[in-house]
């Protein structure tokens, strides 16, 4: 595991984020689970532009046409698996309801660890 925690895009939220990747390489991933209902008013959307070469986040902004746009709708607890290449963004929430979500960032290729190289980090002690 890279990272988790909560991703909170408050109800009446008029700011949309610029289309982004997370990672530019194919070894993770992240794993988004919403706690309330991803309506077309405040849920997450995926782009596919066209392209034969791999791409970077430098230009997917606003040099690449976009061919494919997804809203993603799903109920609360939904397991959504994003690749770490995938082009996202959260648009502004023009729900009446808060949108939390949990995230979870995974893959170790991308930190260089190995199972020899992780370390014991248990955080209590055996009496």
């Given at each position: 595991?890279?990272?988790?925690?909560?991703?909170?895009?408050?109800?009446?939220?008029?700011?949309?984020?610029?289309?982004?990747?997370?990672?530019?390489?194919?070894?993770?991933?992240?794993?988004?689970?919403?706690?309330?209902?991803?309506?077309?008013?405040?849920?997450?959307?995926?782009?596919?532009?066209?392209?034969?070469?791999?791409?970077?986040?430098?230009?997917?902004?606003?040099?690449?046409?976009?061919?494919?746009?997804t809203q993603i709708v799903c109920k609360p607890y939904t397991i959504i698996k994003m690749n770490s290449d995938s082009i996202h963004r959260g648009i502004g929430n023009r729900s009446n309801i808060d949108r939390p979500m949990?995230?979870?960032?995974?893959?170790?290729?991308?930190?260089?660890?190995?199972?020899?190289?992780?370390?014991?980090?248990?955080?209590?002690?055996?009496?």
């Amino acid at each position: 595991m890279i990272t988790c925690g909560f991703l909170f895009n408050p109800r009446d939220n008029s700011t949309t984020q610029d289309f982004q990747i997370d990672f530019d390489d194919k070894t993770s991933s992240t794993i988004f689970i919403p706690i309330a209902h991803l309506i077309s008013e405040n849920s997450p959307q995926v782009a596919c532009i066209k392209t034969k070469n791999h791409f970077t986040e430098a230009n997917i902004m606003g040099k690449t046409e976009i061919e494919v746009l997804t809203q993603i709708v799903c109920k609360p607890y939904t397991i959504i698996k994003m690749n770490s290449d995938s082009i996202h963004r959260g648009i502004g929430n023009r729900s009446n309801i808060d949108r939390p979500m949990f995230f979870i960032n995974s893959g170790s290729k991308k930190l260089g660890l190995t199972a020899e190289k992780i370390e014991d980090t248990s955080m209590h002690e055996d009496y």
